[in-house]
């Protein structure tokens, strides 16, 4: 004789799931990107981290952390700060 489950797992609701957490984090991530965007052409034009952070109504720690990337490393690319970021 087998034993009945209690709970029925229900796999299509389980993928559905984890598509919506995974959107959700893709999102999140997406919107630090743009604002890394943003601070990397005001960091270009030589503009101020606090003048920044007012502009985009951003704490100024944010902007810092960021200013602060770019300048340690010019290279690295926007979606890699917002995985150092969002870590």
């Known amino acids: 004789v087998c034993s009945v489950l209690l709970t029925e797992y ?6 559905e799931s984890e598509r919506e957490i995974a959107l959700r984090e893709g999102e ?3 919107r630090e990107i743009e604002k890394i965007v943003i601070i990397r052409k005001k960091y270009i034009k030589h503009i101020s981290s606090k003048e920044v952070a007012n502009m985009l109504e951003l704490p100024i720690e ?3 952390q960021v200013m602060s ?6 290279d690295v690319g926007d979606s ?8």
Do not use: F
Not at 10 to 15: G, L, R, S, T, V
Not at 80 to 87: F, G, Q
């Open 10 to 15: 229900d796999e299509q609701a389980h993928i």
């Open 28 to 30: 999140k991530i997406g």
């Open 62 to 64: 944010y902007v810092q």
């Open 69 to 74: 990337i770019l300048s340690e490393n010019p």
């Open 80 to 87: 890699e700060i917002a995985e150092m970021l969002t870590k």
